[in-house]
């Protein structure tokens, strides 16, 4: 059981304490298909322009703009240009080529008169009916990307358009951060896994597949250990093969009763523990440690804490792991829809759906009958924040939100 005299510490404090203790992972070669979602332990330079060539933005007319002076004009057809091909000749006075998009420009024309502005003129010749500014429709060589620019930096998340640009330097293999080993248990004495019809007494285990799921989606490599039952051997063994991992999730067992062993199971197994209570609403009784190069959550048993414990601070420690350069949770603000209440002296983690209208965010707070109530916070879009020093939110004013994604 908890030592009643544990200081409760807020949320901001704990936030630091879960950044100081959580270290990048060894970086590591990659290739780019298993790179979404880590962080790169690299500054990425661009090895060439890009364009490499002037090149075509759309389907036309390669021109030179001073022969549009007197529109309609008809040029005569040196050639036509495809992407991937190179301009056989240059263009002198009168001349024009067909061109397609992402075709080099050949030497001569200045512009791209668009097909859709000119009209067949007979065997090999064009008519145009409209003139063109020097420069119209052409992406010059190197206008977004120069030779040696640094394009992607150490600490970014790679996106879909990030793997795009390595791909477009030529990096098929990229550093990135180690992904971090998470191994997950669910103490309780009443648990019974979700293909089971719980007997008399006992309830099923729905915090292991959810935080499981939440830490794989931040790119966690998951190992469930599954139920632990209240009792110290059985404790003792899991945390003999979870603190094996880089980060070990415990859920229950940190509140004050007879039966919650996790604190004494960490301090026996030599965890050095930072944080005992939080004042935070829901999860007060989260506990948070480190053993070597293993950090522990010891989660609320109440599947709401637990997944707002995890959203608060577990997901912050896992994208410092990945080597993201900003780990914090992107925090947005919302125009709260109606009044909320609380008794001052914890931070508040509420579910709210959200609304967008007329350029705002708005969020309504969803009725819930607090942190065990799974179904109306599996409802929520977003966990919107009431400060401890607040005892109450009018409709209209802006909350911060942490989006639920
Ligand atoms: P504890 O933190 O162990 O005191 O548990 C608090 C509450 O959460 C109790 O009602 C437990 O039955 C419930 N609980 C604990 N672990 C889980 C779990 N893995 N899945 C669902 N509910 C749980
Ligand atoms: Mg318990």
Known sequence: MKDPRAPMIP????????????????????????????????????????????KALMDGFAVRSGDLRDVPVELRLVEEITAGHVPRRRIDRGETARIMTGAPIPDGADAVQVVERSEPAGEGKVRILEKVEAGANIAPKGCEIRVGQKVLEAGEPLTPARIGVLASVGRAQVSAHRLPRVSLAATGDELV??????????????????????????????????????????????????????????????????????????AEAGVEVFIRKIAIRPGKPAVFGRKGSCLVFGLPGNPVSSLVIFEVLAAVAIRKMLGWAKPEGELVEAVLEEEVRQRAGRTSYLPGRLRFEGGSIFVQPIRSQGSADLLAHSRADALFIVPADRESISAGERVRILLLT
Do not use: W, Y
Request: charged share 25%; net charge negative.
């Open 11 to 54: 949320v901001a404090q704990a936030l630091e304490i879960v950044l100081r203790e959580a270290a990048p992972l060894q970086p590591e070669r990659i290739p780019l298909r298993e790179a979404m979602g880590r962080a790169l332990a690299e500054d990425v330079l661009a090895d060439a322009d890009q364009p490499p060539f002037p």
């Open 193 to 266: 896994e979700a293909e089971r019809t719980p007997p008399a007494g006992k309830i099923r285990n729905s915090n292991g597949p959810a935080l499981g799921a939440r830490a794989k989606s931040l790119g966690a490599e998951v190992v469930d250990l599954g139920i632990v039952r209240d009792d110290p051997e059985t404790l003792r063994d899991c945390l003999g093969r979870g603190l094996q991992g880089d980060l070990l999730l415990l859920s229950g067992g940190v509140s004050m009763g007879v039966h919650d062993l996790v604190e004494a199971a960490l």
